[in-house]
């Protein structure tokens, strides 16, 4: 499989969306088209939940007048076209988020906990919706010179108001790497302090100015198991909006497999495929959620070391917990 078909399987990952980006600076256009009946809004509490069906089966979207009549002169922001529709997203205030839901009988969820349950394009227009609905709410004044910014270009950039400055700002998104290290028929896992006893995840880690994909891998996880990375290689790629990363998967062996913990995790260990298999099977181990890249590269390791496809085994909720 290549990596674009491998990103496709990621929950969030799967948003056959046209971002449209040329039509953001036409502000006209997007006025119009915001109250065509084809627009299709999604709706964000303060906290970044979307409103979902009861059911939590799809994302509840209102159309212009809708939106118009629950949140007047509320700002949208505009995501993109699919087909006959215009997608927008409406981040609402407390007030208003309570009365979409007395409105419809629907309720607002997490993505996290609810992204599992959604079609794939719902999820991965939550998870943009989300995304960039953070980055707005949580960039109100120009880091530079601390003015008020204002929106343009349908939510996607943030101009400073002071025009002695005038910065724009663009929506951030952090790259972090997530690895599943092999040693021969071993792979390496870590559990964090926080975590249960018994669970476990790939090693991950942010990049920092100035380092490749690369290094970051091998830095990552000779900082929290001291174990030396040779050879690394790129996985699948995934949006994970909490709050605002892309999670960079990838593949690597080890050329030293000494454990030498260090503070960032509780536990490192190696595991041959028999041990992970009959853990998670008995639920005596717990692994990330299949929400997750980690269960990705656990998955894609246990197939290609093993011949083991990870969704025979997790065939119950047991011992897998987000
Ligand atoms: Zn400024």
Redesign the pocket.
Known sequence: MMSSARSRANAFAALELDRASELREDAAWLAAHAQAPQARFVLLDPDGRALLSADRGSLVQFDGNSCARLAPGAASSFLGRSGEADHFALALDDGAAARAMAETGAAFADLRSAGAGLPAFDAGLFAYARGLAHWQQRTRF?P????PLRLEAGGHRAK?T?PQ???AHFPRTDPAVIVIVSDGDRCLLGRGPQWPERRYSTLAGFVEPGETLEDAVRREVLEEAGVRVGECDYHSSQPWPFPASIMLGFTAHADDATITLGTELAEARWFGAEELVDGIRSGALGISSPLSVSYKLIEHWLRETAAIDLADIVASPVGVKG
């Open positions: 120009c530079a010179c601390a003015a400073c002071n400055c005038g910065i």
